[in-house]
């Protein structure tokens, strides 16, 4: 972004949308430079934002200033009540008078994450679950017969909301590995949250 065409305002650019819903954690990392008109003292903000729809923004990463800013890397760790959307979309926000600039440039973007959400139900189907599947207090995982969650290496089901395994004879729920390797199982943090049907 530089100064020209010029104008106070909210300058977004928008990524198209992605789904985070079975993300558990995220984490952003970017390289940025800004180069100020010398002397200029009127404030402008840089952002980073997350949006669920596109129209609704929140602020992950902000710095209101006047003055140049070197290279710099910033890292930004996002809980899941953040991100946990079908429809997510980042920006990258300017907020002022992008005439008091001569250029922000931002480059090296990269979203990634560690371990997979457990939250409402599952399509009946075999998942791949990237890490550990943590179900947080206070969320419900719901899994239908007929569906199968392959885990990585090591990887756990850690439980401290409720698991509803609707499984049965015919069709049942599986939990299992990748080939040639052992996951790591079940941890259930909170017994009181544990329901098998009769």
Excluded at 17 to 32: A, N, R
Excluded at 100 to 123: A, E
Excluded at 139 to 163: K, Q
Aim: proline letters at 6%; a negative charge; aromatic letters at 12%.
């Amino acid at each position: 972004m530089n100064y020209s065409p010029s104008g106070a305002g909210t300058y977004r650019y928008i990524s198209p949308s992605f789904d985070t819903s079975k993300v558990h954690d995220l984490t952003l990392s970017f390289l940025h430079l800004l180069s100020d008109y010398a002397g200029n003292s009127n404030l402008y903000t840089l952002a980073v934002q997350i949006s669920g729809d596109g129209t609704n923004w929140t602020s992950l990463w902000s710095t209101t200033t006047s003055a140049s800013i070197p290279a710099t890397q910033v890292n930004i760790n996002l809980p899941y009540t953040v991100g946990m959307s079908p429809t997510t979309y980042l920006a990258i926000a300017f907020i002022g008078n992008n005439f008091d600039i001569k250029y922000w440039k931002v480059d090296d973007i990269v979203l990634s994450y560690t371990n997979t959400l457990g939250s409402g139900t599952w399509s009946v189907g075999t998942h791949y679950p990237v890490g550990n599947v943590i179900v947080p207090a206070g969320r419900t995982f719901t899994l239908n017969g007929g569906t199968t969650l392959n885990f990585d290496y090591a990887a756990i089901l850690e439980v401290s909301g409720s698991l509803r395994a609707l499984g049965d004879f015919g069709y049942p729920v599986s939990f299992s590995s990748m080939p040639g390797s052992s996951w790591g199982g079940l941890q259930i943090a909170n017994t009181g949250s544990l329901r098998i049907p009769p």
